[in-house]
């Protein structure tokens, strides 16, 4: 397949406060999109991080537009170079319902929602609200790290929204023993990929390399998207 393109383009105004200049940045595959996926980041990673750009990278390559976009206190860090934390969940609640509107009026067709680690857990707290087509989490964290005692799952019991989780088999966020003790809605599909942590790279001793798994997951990601 031919290589896709990529670039920014100005597609929303950031919700009040967020640092000026906000952007998609959009990798578009050559023809007609068989769906569109707004993709957010981690807490502590931008969204061009090398994860963030190799996923959006195959998605485009099987034929699924992808949108990136980032969090206030990341685009404030582009800006002034400073480190800080995430803002508070109602604040990164509210830019992605700024997000989702806005790419919605630029689409037509199936429109997906989700994002790696904390983006992904912020967009399956709207999913069911914004009328997503669909939620794609690529390594949820199912609780903090070191903080099994206090898994955030209570919610995912009842979604509505036709959601795939990715997730490596020795996440430090939610492993597979963990994991299977929760209720979860039956309209969560899981894909375990082995021996993997929460960037879904595997143990060199299990045989697979992290190419594999990125690439078993785009995959994955793309046919859950284009599910007839």
């Not at 969204?47 to 685009?75: I, K, N």
């Not at 995430?86 to 630029?106: F, G, I, K, M, T």
């Not at 707290?125 to 790290?145: H, I, K, N, R, T």
């Amino acid at each position: 397949m031919a290589k896709p393109t990529s670039g920014d383009i100005d597609l929303y105004q950031p919700v009040s406060g967020a640092a000026p200049g906000g952007k998609c940045l959009w990798n578009r595959p050559l023809g007609e999109a068989r769906a569109t996926f707004i993709l957010a980041h981690g807490a502590g990673a931008p969204m061009d991080s090398p994860f963030m750009e190799t996923m959006a990278q195959r998605l485009a390559a099987q034929g699924v537009a992808v949108a990136r976009f980032e969090f206030p206190y990341m685009a404030q860090r582009r800006i002034d170079g400073g480190r800080r934390p995430p803002n508070p969940q109602a604040r990164l609640l509210d830019e992605w319902r700024a997000v989702y509107a806005a790419v919605r009026q630029q689409v037509a067709g199936a429109l997906a929602i989700g994002g790696k680690s904390m983006g992904g857990r912020m967009a399956s707290l709207l999913a069911d609200e914004l009328g997503a087509d669909a939620l794609v989490c690529l390594g949820y964290p199912f609780y903090a790290a070191g903080k099994p005692e206090k898994p955030r799952v209570a919610h995912l019991a009842e979604l509505r929204t036709p959601t795939l989780i990715v997730q490596g088999e020795r996440d430090a966020l939610g492993n597979r023993e963990a994991v299977k003790q929760y209720a979860l809605s039956a309209q969560i599909e899981v894909l375990w990929l082995a021996a993997a942590d929460h960037d879904l790279k595997p143990l060199k001793a299990s045989g697979f390399t992290h190419e594999q798994h990125l690439q078993q997951a785009a995959e994955a990601v793309t046919a859950f998207l284009t599910r007839a």
